[in-house]
């Protein structure tokens, strides 16, 4: 159905109105000609710029008008919620509405100064007009606009939202920012924040006199840095009249490039688990019989005696299960030779099987203890946390991932820094979440502000963000996962390149936690990055040909043959590739390796 856009609609039946009044004609004429449509993109001709949503993407049909509209699907705990924040002018009236369909769908505003509005339909079978008013409090410049349904209902329509009333004024450009500080540096990041400015829309971040950023809220991280090197840091405010001066400049140091302690590690890597501890259907390799394209070797696994015990037991699979399992005196040996020839070989904590719950300070320091003896006993090169099912979970008044105060987040950060402090520089540490705990954060965090959301939604990313610099190797499980939404704010599915290089993206380029512009996860180093895949259809969901292999890594390591989600950089320095598991593929005659070593040479 093609309709005229609402913008010329409503304001003429607004000047027709006033005109029909004796003795205001003028002053109405000249009153009005400075209302506006305020919402940007409100008819989502352009995707979802402009707006910040939880659950929401652009379809062709159905649509009000024009050729995109707003889909949206609620979940048992998110309602799928759509915002936008727009400049207004204090003290002034102000018409929001926009056209819905679907069930128990919501607009409305917030932060009006006075009283906060919407509006609802139950039932929207075809496009339904939604209208409210309010007028601003006499201090107010913003106000956020919403559209969303209601939780574990299907999907909603929106389409040509408007809030049509007088512009901000643009005379002049805002005041310099002040209170301008660098909060965190890591040796490739610098953290700044600064004190609001009112009337600011945006604040443009210099580094060195160089324009490096723009930040829609008040903190922002510049990456790209060098390690052990100072920079000097700016920030402007912007609105449509203009940028400001320079804010005073603040000096930013980066810490040490410790690449996590082990540059002996080659530049690009290739990381797999090895069935240490039990038989399945892919058969039990010897670790002697591992080839060499194998960098780092985790042995699978090392499992709690109770799930809150924090008492790490690390038993080799028995003769009985694996016949062909070798003695431990040669299982040493084996290890002994693997890092003769400059290979890594590592306790891998967890699994599918082995929830581990450090909720005590008593089981951080049996996790310590019991996981150095496992250490020294073999004589590893350091440890893998692979943390899945219920192991993190974040209380409900723990929503900063840089100051956490869940248990199991603090002990665990804990326990890691005493181990790495312990054995020093050469510690080799990674980690292989799942994405439901890393990149999801994107979306959602612990519990949520409102609560019920799973308390596990980005539980890894305190430990991430606390170890960053300790941290050898990232390497998140791109398989066995749901739909995750992208920085493109799309959701991405297993199955090719393009969740790879989505889910890859984000932890270079760092996201907005919980899609909040204020509080930003940084990204990691290219060098502490892996991309984790199954090594055949038989070891996970999600595994992909060599070829989607090949054009995941010719994305983001020459920017060729992305597809269609838009990466943020160009990472030649990426670590390389993670796989479940060694065994795995070589049950598939080693198709995973072959593509590894015909890439990386």
């Known amino acids: ?249 603040v000096t930013g140091t980066t810490t040490a490039g410790s690449s996590g302690g082990t540059p002996d590690l080659p530049a690009h890597a290739l990381v797999g688990y090895l069935h240490a501890s039990f038989a399945n259907g892919s058969g039990y390799t010897r670790l002697a019989d591992v080839p060499d394209s194998w960098d780092v070797i985790d042995l699978a696994f090392g499992e709690p005696t109770s799930a809150t015990s924090g008492d790490i037991r690390f038993t080799r699979c028995p003769v009985t299960e694996c016949p062909n399992a070798e003695s431990d005196a040669d299982f040493k040996a084996a290890i002994k030779a693997k890092q003769a020839a400059g290979k890594k070989v590592l306790i891998s904590i967890g699994g599918q099987n082995g929830q581990v719950q450090l909720t005590t300070t008593a089981a951080r320091d049996a996790f310590v203890s019991s996981v150095s003896n496992i250490i020294d006993t073999y004589g590893l090169d350091g440890l893998d946390i692979d943390f899945e099912g219920h192991s993190l979970s974040l209380n409900a008044d723990d929503t900063d991932f840089r100051n956490p105060k869940t248990p199991v987040i603090v002990n665990l950060i804990s326990a890691l820094k005493t181990l790495k402090a312990r054995y020093g520089a050469k510690f080799v540490l990674t980690m292989a979440p799942e994405t439901f705990f890393v990149q999801m954060g994107y979306q959602y965090y612990g519990t949520g502000k409102w609560g019920g959301q799973d308390p596990r939604c980005g539980a890894y990313l305190p430990v991430i963000h606390a170890l960053r610099d300790d941290l050898t190797l990232l390497h998140v499980q791109d398989y066995n996962s749901g739909p995750i939404m992208g920085l493109d704010n799309q959701y991405h599915s297993m199955g090719g390149a393009d969740f790879h290089i989505a889910m890859t993206d984000m932890l270079l380029t760092g996201f907005p936690v919980a899609g909040d512009a204020n509080n930003v996860f940084p990204p990691l180093r290219p060098d502490q990055v892996a991309i984790g895949m199954p090594a055949s259809t038989n070891a996970g969901n999600g595994h992909v040909a060599p070829a989607e292999v090949v054009k995941t890594l010719d994305c983001l390591t020459k920017r060729s043959g992305c597809g269609a989600y838009p990466t943020h950089g160009t990472w030649p320095g990426l670590r390389g590739l993670m796989t479940w598991s060694v065994n795995w593929d070589r049950y598939s005659n080693w198709e995973f390796q072959k593509t590894f070593d015909g890439y990386f040479g």
């Not at 939604?130 to 913003?142: D, K, N, Q, V």
């Open 1 to 249: 159905m093609d309709r005229p856009r609402r913008t010329r609609s409503v304001l003429a039946v607004i000047t027709a109105a006033l005109l029909a009044v004796p003795g205001i004609t003028a002053l109405s004429s000249a009153a009005r000609a400075a209302d506006a449509d305020l919402t940007r993109n409100g008819g989502f001709e352009s995707g979802l710029d402009g707006w910040s949503c939880t659950a929401g993407t652009t379809v062709g049909s159905p649509v009000h008008s024009g050729g995109s509209a707003l889909q949206a699907t609620p979940a048992g705990s998110d309602n799928a919620q759509c915002a936008q924040t727009v400049t207004v002018q204090p003290d002034a009236q102000y018409t929001l509405s926009g056209y819905v369909r679907g069930s128990y769908v919501y607009l409305g505003a917030s932060g009006t100064g006075t009283t906060d509005v919407s509006t609802w339909t139950q039932s929207a079978p075809d496009w339904q007009r939604l209208t409210t008013s309010f007028r601003t409090g006499p201090a107010t410049t913003e106000v956020t606009l919403y559209t969303h349904g209601w939780y574990g209902t299907g999907a909603y329509y929106a389409d040509d939202i408007s809030l049509v009333g007088p512009g901000a004024s643009t005379g002049q450009p805002p005041a310099i920012p002040t209170g301008l500080t660098v909060t965190a540096v890591t040796s490739s990041t610098a953290t700044l924040s600064w004190s609001a400015v009112t009337g600011a829309t945006s604040y443009a971040v210099y580094r060195d006199g160089t324009k490096v950023h723009t930040a829609s809220g008040t903190s922002a991280t510049v990456t790209g840095l060098s390690p052990s090197t100072a920079y000097g840091f700016q920030v402007a405010a912007v609105n449509a009249a203009g940028e400001s001066a320079r804010s005073a400049a």
